[in-house]
């Protein structure tokens, strides 16, 4: 899509213990960047993108929150007045009863009206008092089928999110890249994809190994950057931290997402209860400074 900087070809990526080690910095394209709504708190979508236009952003990650109260099409319209483009759309989850399915449609028919190259899938946990982790999977897999037909027929690319496995209870049965490439695996890679989330995938031991993986597939629809904290008196899911100011590995993890052959935008989204009581266009600042230092 974009074309990397000189200097990303001779970033070298290995698994030493199954890790991913150090290697120099990935250089790419500014034009590469992208703010999620949800790093500035999910405020009003002109508040969004006023902020995120304003820091230097070319795209911009939705959620679909952002803009409720509005059609898909109207922002759409929103972003391109803005100067952007969508990065990705979140959400929908995978669970087959009837609410949820035709919310998941809904998101699909908003996904192709935005133009974005990613409608971010979450497989959906365990069913209330339900200790069936296998039978879980295997209802999401049969979803995400039906779910794909659909997504076929209107041109949108599914891209299925492993979450942390502190998150499977409630949010997603699937938890490592390895399992999300299996799941996807049977379907044609333009209609089915995976999101690397630096949060959620970086413990992985075999993260290396299936960053290949997916790059000799195809399959890295969406990519995005924060970092994990130290501190987690909020909680972990409210604690994401800004690139850098964690404990993640993170430019040898985009280092071998970009050998791996990805080229899509690279979309900072946090959630960060302290972050959210600055204000958006200071956020979207800071946002935009400390993806681009770990970039460049």
Request: net charge negative; glycine share 8%.
């Amino acid at each position: 899509m974009l074309t990397i900087l000189a200097g990303a070809a001779s970033t070298r990526v290995a698994a030493e213990r199954g890790r991913v080690v150090n290697s120099p910095r990935p250089r790419v394209e500014d034009t590469r960047l992208s703010i999620n709504t949800a790093t500035l708190g999910n405020p009003p979508l002109n508040a969004s993108l006023d902020a995120i236009a304003a820091a230097g952003a070319r795209n911009v990650g939705l959620w679909r929150e952002t803009y409720n109260g509005m059609t898909a099409g109207e922002a759409a319209r929103a972003v391109a007045a803005h100067g952007l483009h969508v990065s990705s759309l979140c959400r929908c989850v995978l669970s087959p009863d009837t609410q949820s399915m035709k919310d998941a449609w809904r998101a699909v028919d908003e996904a192709h009206e935005l133009g974005a190259p990613a409608l971010i899938v979450l497989a959906g946990g365990l069913w209330p008092n339900s200790r069936d982790l296998a039978g879980a999977r295997a209802r999401m897999t049969e979803t995400l089928s039906e779910l794909a037909i659909v997504a076929e027929a209107a041109g949108v690319r599914l891209a299925l999110e492993p979450l942390h496995p502190m998150f499977t209870a409630g949010r997603s049965v699937v938890n490592t890249l390895g399992q999300a490439l299996d799941v996807v695996e049977p379907f044609p890679p333009e209609r089915a994809g995976v999101v690397l989330d630096t949060f959620n995938v970086w413990w992985d031991p075999e993260l290396a190994d299936q960053i290949r993986r997916a790059g000799r597939s195809s399959r890295i629809a969406a990519l995005q950057v924060a970092d994990w904290s130290r501190h987690h008196e909020h909680g972990p899911f409210l604690t994401r931290a800004l690139p850098g100011d964690g404990i993640i590995e993170l430019r040898s993890i985009l280092a071998a997402v970009e050998n791996a052959g990805y080229r899509g935008p690279i979309e900072i989204e946090i959630f960060n209860d302290q972050l959210w009581q600055q204000p958006p266009r200071q956020i979207a600042r800071t946002a935009m400074h400390s993806l681009a230092a770990t970039l460049h």
